[in-house]
Every structure is written in C-alpha cells, then in structure tokens.
C-alpha cells in the first residue's frame, strides 16, 4: 500500500459513506504507516468529518473484525471452492485462468452483510463490549511481570548518562503535522 494509493481509495470512501461534518463516519484502521503518517489523508478526514481510529499495535488479532471476522470465512469458502473445482474437473490444476471464477465464488458467499455484523459483534465493536478481553488474552505476557535478579555488582547499573524524558504531551497539544510524525 503506498500513500497516493490509500488516498485514492479514501477519497471514494469518504464519496461513498456520505461522510460530512454534520454527518461524521468512523473509519477503522490498522496502524500502517500509509495511514497514520499521510498528513493529507488527515487533514481530507478532518475536512469532511471523518474520524479515523487506528488500532494499537499487536492487538489486530482480537480487534480487526477484518482479519477473522472477513478473511477465515473467505479463506474457508476459497478452499471449499478449490476443492469442488478440482473434483468437477479430475486430472485438471487450477491455473490462473480459473482463479477469478472460483474466488468470485468463494467472495459471494463471504461478503454478506451478516459476516460483517458477526466480525463486529465477535470483536466488541458493535454492540460495544468493554470485555472482549480476558485475563487469559494478557497471560502470554506475565513473564514480562518477573522480577530480573539484582546483578548490578556485576554489571554496573544500565542507566548510567540515561537522562529523564519528560511524558509525551497530549495529542491535543500537538500541532498536526507533528502527530503524523509520531
């Protein structure tokens, strides 16, 4: 994805949601650097009411509803689709002249309305669901929790000549150009 092309594509999302200042949309975003760091893109979302929430990194797999809640069902159909071709036809492999029929296929039946209130639903997206994590969902990172045993003696302390840096300011406080930078 480049910036030109992902503004390309926005400018039609923003034609075809009917997106305006007193009609705002919301779009949802993974944190690619197309996204965050296109400071037309932006400012063109902040123009005609678009508000766009990029989801934190590492945390696509429980909140993208694309991801699972779009692609596993295509990825599912695009099989069972392979699979029926290569039956209808023993002894043929699919080439690429039959790849557009049989994904067009398998599309049809994943691109329903209902996946994509189920991808949202699963993810707590809408209907909002403060719980969509549990305890197990952080397990993987309580080893991090684990207290390092104490060899300064050895080593030395690690932050030496390392100075304070004071907390990032609020994004409110930014001038625009430099939040696309962060």
């Not at 932006?42 to 809640?69: S, T, W």
């Not at 907390?167 to 430099?178: N, V």
């Amino acid at each position: 994805m480049t910036t030109e092309i992902f503004m390309s594509w926005f400018q039609r999302f923003v034609k075809f949601s009917g997106a305006s200042i007193t009609n705002p949309a919301l779009l949802l975003l993974d944190s690619h650097v197309t996204h965050t760091q296109n400071i037309s893109v932006i400012e063109y979302a902040r123009k005609n009411g678009v508000v766009m929430l990029c989801f934190p990194p590492h945390c696509i797999h429980r909140l993208q509803p694309l991801d699972v809640g779009f692609m596993k069902p295509l990825s599912v159909y695009y099989d069972y689709a392979c699979s029926t071709w290569l039956m209808s036809h023993p002894g043929r492999i699919i080439t690429t002249f039959q790849i557009s029929e049989i994904f067009a296929n398998a599309y049809i039946q994943a691109a329903t309305m209902s996946t994509a209130i189920n991808a949202f639903q699963k993810y707590g997206i809408w209907p909002f669901n403060q719980n969509n994590f549990t305890d197990s969902d952080f397990s993987a990172a309580s080893t991090t929790d684990v207290p390092l045993a104490n060899n300064e003696s050895e080593t030395g302390p690690l932050n030496v000549g390392v100075q304070q840096q004071p907390p990032p300011p609020i994004l409110e406080d930014i001038p625009l150009k430099q939040i696309c930078l962060l």
